[in-house]
């Protein structure tokens, strides 16, 4: 009799921990209470932000990230003089952004002001977060078939913070993590009920995906191979060919008024972007350092204190915690040569000059040059390995604006920072191989392993940038694998019949 009043119970939980997942009306409240408090977090996360570095704060809401400019900038300028166009610092830039992150800004710009703009595209992006985490809740609880394990990562969403940390960045950061992961959610629905509506929000989102991140066009290849592996034979080639086909037409779509725009204004034709660089403004003894520490397999980005492009900056963001590694030094130059490498390039930014910078990309590129004959099987082999460490290993909260140092630090803050690192770490270590086990079983899992192994090749190995933001994409596939290894842990060690 106990036995029994335990299964009906466990059964009544498991209903109504269920209907969370089921019932329409529980997954709008669910959505609902998640918005509400990622953006009481969102504003917690901007109070501290801002008490900081009250510079960043454009709006209640919103804070400026490094690219800001070039994105809400560019749309700013079109709603006051008619030209969408960014200012690099020496020139305006006509095609370095597509406007497709800034249009909803836009839209808001028509009838709201610039801070009551902003303050809307933030909501807009926690509310894309919330929507984001009902689906990925969703999903694991489809997978599992587990009211709790989908309700457990309800709760880790909610506490973590990596995304909400963009969600209040003027950038598409949070946006472009979003729509990748309901993505996932409706390639993952897709494949098993192969509806049609399912591979139309698929080929809009996807297209929309691109055009915030061209470098996610890649992804269309993927989603076309996970066609093959549904429809498997050679009868189903017509039927993969048109489902290829209608992926790729919103994308087409999307960026033909920006070919046509660009051809009218510039003579150009410029699909996505006018260069990689998206028209910065980088000197060529710029871009040569940046080789020559990617080569070192150390850290280029000036605003890091603890990385070897900060020794470069005059307008590093406090004093650089970081010293010279000793065996990036060769016969042809020497710690001293660095040395006065750092001073020359300093006085360039400060003093710019042509003939200058010229004189110094010859000499950085001479380096880079021994550097590599000296250390081939360093630079090919090793510094990658370095640059992905870089880009992969850390405390996994430092990007908080949360420090013993800061003037708004409570000694309570020091638990958010910890919980933050526990879920990366625990992530990282566990979710990773559980991708590759997860692919091994069943292809329907190759979109979610393809994302992280892509973002190591693109960005630590082939670019060398070992920036969070660029890696942050993967971090909610890594979570995905890391729940389900508990999942299986749970079943298969611990033997629990049904959790």
């Given at each position: 009799?106990?036995m029994?009043?335990l299964?009906?119970?466990?059964h009544?939980?498991?209903?109504?921990?269920?209907s969370?997942?089921?019932?329409?009306r529980n997954v709008?409240?669910?959505f609902?209470?998640i918005?509400?408090?990622?953006?009481c977090?969102?504003y917690?996360?901007?109070?501290l932000?801002?008490?900081?570095?009250p510079?960043?704060?454009i709006?209640?809401?919103?804070?400026?990230?490094?690219?800001t400019?070039?994105?809400?900038?560019?749309m700013e300028?079109y709603f006051?003089?008619?030209?969408?166009?960014?200012?690099n610092?020496k020139?305006?830039v006509y095609?370095g952004?597509?406007p497709h992150?800034?249009?909803p800004y836009y839209?808001f710009?028509?009838?709201?002001?610039?801070?009551q703009s902003?303050?809307a595209l933030?909501?807009?992006q926690?509310?894309?977060e919330?929507?984001s985490?009902?689906?990925?809740?969703?999903?694991i609880?489809?997978?599992?078939?587990s009211?709790?394990?989908?309700f457990?990562s309800?709760?880790?969403?909610?506490?973590?913070?990596?995304?909400?940390h963009?969600s209040i960045?003027a950038?598409?950061?949070?946006?472009?993590?979003?729509l990748?992961?309901i993505?996932?959610?409706?390639i993952?629905?897709y494949?098993?009920?192969r509806?049609?509506t399912s591979l139309l929000?698929?080929?809009?989102?996807?297209a929309?995906?691109?055009?915030?991140?061209?470098?996610f066009i890649?992804?269309?290849p993927i989603?076309?191979l996970?066609?093959?592996s549904i429809y498997?034979?050679y009868e189903?080639?017509k039927?993969?060919?048109?489902?290829?086909?209608t992926l790729?037409?919103?994308?087409?779509?999307?960026?033909?008024?920006w070919v046509?725009r660009?051809?009218?204004v510039l003579?150009?034709?410029i699909p996505l972007?006018i260069s990689v660089?998206a028209g910065y403004?980088?000197t060529k003894s710029?871009l040569?350092?940046?080789?020559l520490?990617h080569?070192?397999g150390e850290?280029?980005h000036?605003w890091e204190?603890?990385?070897?492009g900060?020794l470069f900056?005059?307008?590093?963001e406090?004093?650089?915690?970081?010293?010279?590694?000793?065996d990036?030094?060769?016969?042809k130059?020497t710690k001293?040569?660095?040395e006065?490498?750092?001073i020359r390039?300093?006085n360039l930014?400060?003093?710019?000059?042509?003939?200058?910078d010229?004189?110094?990309?010859n000499?950085?590129?001479?380096?880079r040059?021994?550097?590599?004959?000296?250390?081939?099987?360093?630079f090919?082999?090793l510094?990658?390995?370095e640059r992905?460490?870089?880009?992969m290993?850390?405390?996994g909260?430092?990007y908080?604006p949360i420090?013993s140092?800061?003037?708004c630090y409570?000694?309570?803050?020091?638990?958010i920072?910890?919980?933050?690192?526990?879920?990366y770490w625990?992530s990282?270590?566990?979710?990773?191989p559980?991708l590759?086990?997860?692919?091994?079983?069943?292809?329907?899992?190759l979109?979610m392993?393809?994302?992280p192994v892509?973002?190591?090749l693109?960005f630590?190995i082939?670019?060398g940038?070992?920036e969070l933001?660029?890696f942050?994409?993967?971090?909610?596939?890594?979570?995905?694998?890391?729940?389900l290894?508990?999942?299986?842990f749970?079943i298969?060690i611990?033997?629990?019949?049904s959790?």
């Amino acid at each position: 009799m106990l036995m029994k009043s335990l299964e009906k119970k466990h059964h009544a939980i498991f209903v109504t921990l269920s209907s969370v997942f089921t019932i329409p009306r529980n997954v709008f409240l669910l959505f609902v209470v998640i918005f509400l408090i990622k953006i009481c977090t969102g504003y917690y996360l901007h109070y501290l932000a801002t008490c900081e570095r009250p510079e960043i704060k454009i709006s209640t809401l919103a804070i400026a990230g490094g690219d800001t400019f070039s994105y809400t900038g560019a749309m700013e300028n079109y709603f006051n003089t008619g030209k969408y166009y960014f200012f690099n610092g020496k020139e305006n830039v006509y095609a370095g952004r597509m406007p497709h992150y800034s249009i909803p800004y836009y839209f808001f710009r028509l009838f709201l002001n610039q801070n009551q703009s902003y303050n809307a595209l933030i909501i807009f992006q926690l509310v894309m977060e919330s929507f984001s985490i009902v689906l990925f809740s969703m999903l694991i609880f489809k997978i599992t078939q587990s009211a709790s394990i989908g309700f457990a990562s309800i709760i880790i969403q909610i506490f973590n913070l990596s995304t909400t940390h963009y969600s209040i960045q003027a950038t598409p950061e949070s946006l472009s993590i979003s729509l990748l992961i309901i993505i996932t959610y409706l390639i993952y629905t897709y494949y098993h009920n192969r509806k049609f509506t399912s591979l139309l929000f698929i080929s809009f989102l996807l297209a929309w995906l691109t055009c915030l991140k061209p470098y996610f066009i890649i992804l269309y290849p993927i989603v076309v191979l996970t066609f093959c592996s549904i429809y498997f034979g050679y009868e189903n080639i017509k039927k993969v060919s048109r489902l290829s086909i209608t992926l790729i037409f919103p994308l087409l779509i999307f960026i033909l008024p920006w070919v046509i725009r660009n051809e009218i204004v510039l003579n150009k034709f410029i699909p996505l972007q006018i260069s990689v660089r998206a028209g910065y403004n980088y000197t060529k003894s710029e871009l040569s350092l940046k080789r020559l520490i990617h080569a070192w397999g150390e850290n280029s980005h000036f605003w890091e204190p603890k990385s070897v492009g900060c020794l470069f900056s005059p307008y590093a963001e406090g004093p650089c915690d970081y010293l010279l590694p000793e065996d990036i030094y060769t016969k042809k130059y020497t710690k001293e040569d660095i040395e006065r490498l750092i001073i020359r390039f300093k006085n360039l930014i400060q003093n710019p000059s042509s003939e200058e910078d010229s004189l110094l990309e010859n000499t950085i590129e001479g380096y880079r040059t021994a550097f590599i004959e000296e250390n081939t099987v360093r630079f090919y082999f090793l510094s990658p390995m370095e640059r992905i460490k870089n880009c992969m290993v850390h405390s996994g909260s430092y990007y908080l604006p949360i420090s013993s140092s800061f003037a708004c630090y409570k000694s309570y803050q020091f638990l958010i920072k910890f919980v933050q690192s526990c879920i990366y770490w625990f992530s990282l270590l566990v979710g990773l191989p559980m991708l590759f086990m997860l692919v091994i079983k069943s292809k329907q899992y190759l979109f979610m392993l393809f994302i992280p192994v892509y973002l190591i090749l693109l960005f630590p190995i082939s670019f060398g940038l070992q920036e969070l933001r660029y890696f942050h994409g993967a971090f909610p596939f890594f979570l995905f694998g890391s729940i389900l290894f508990v999942h299986k842990f749970l079943i298969k060690i611990v033997k629990l019949k049904s959790i």
